[in-house]
């Protein structure tokens, strides 16, 4: 999560609180997604985030402990990041847009132009990479029914893998001890994946996580 937006945010939102109501996080995303999409308010982007966070999150945190509140808010930031397509186009111009060439936003789906022999040889591969948008490279492993991903830090995310064609597949979410990454993924969450192209060192990508509106274009490497 960037710090600067998330100490402002954390500021922001413990000033005036009311009184606390009853927390579903899952809502409370989605009502401030709905926040985002429906505010058209002429405004920057930075007074923008800090006054609907403050309005729809702050009455949250109230009476809980700071790192409570802090880890409130930074699942409420990557959720919003996964699923709020309105919130994401803001996130991104505060944060500069996607500067990691390897990453970028689409409104279409690309067809693959994968061939069989090219599929083939994909699902045989084991080891593969790709690198965060903050320029970490995750190193992932690959078997016929199983995806994981090894961070920087150490970490690791665990999923499972189900092919469904010859060129896309479908990951699945069973736990992960990365922070960043439990706020992302719950418990049965998918992604599914299509290899459009082969090129010198690396696969072109798309990903959607099935049910959002987002579509990433990323490269992976093998």
């Known amino acids: 999560m960037n710090k600067r937006l998330l100490s402002i945010t954390l500021c922001v939102c413990i000033i005036g609180c009311t009184n606390k109501p009853k927390l579903n996080k899952d809502l409370l995303v989605t009502s401030i997604c709905n926040s985002f999409q429906n505010d058209d308010s002429i405004e920057p982007d930075s007074i923008k985030v800090v006054r609907i966070f403050k309005r729809d999150l702050a009455p949250y945190l109230q009476g809980i402990s700071d790192d409570s509140a802090a880890a409130l808010t930074n699942f409420i930031y990557v959720r919003l ?28 789906e690309p067809e693959s132009e994968i061939n069989e022999k090219e599929s083939a040889a994909f699902f045989k591969l084991q080891h593969l990479k790709y690198r965060e948008l903050n320029g970490d490279t995750v190193r992932a492993s690959m ?79 093998y």
């Open 143 to 221: 078997t016929d029914s199983t995806w994981e991903d090894l961070f920087a830090d150490g970490t690791y995310s665990r999923l499972s893998l189900s092919k469904i064609n010859k060129s896309e597949f479908v990951i699945t979410f069973i736990e992960s001890n990365n922070k960043s990454r439990r706020n992302f993924s719950k418990p049965g969450e998918q992604y599914r994946y299509k290899i459009l192209k082969k090129n010198d060192g690396y696969y072109s990508m798309f990903m959607q996580a099935v049910g959002s509106k987002i579509k990433l274009l990323f490269k992976l490497y």
């Open 81 to 108: 990041q996964r699923d709020c397509v309105a919130f994401k186009d803001i996130s991104d111009r505060l944060n500069g847009g996607l500067k990691n060439s390897d990453w970028s936003d689409v409104d279409i």
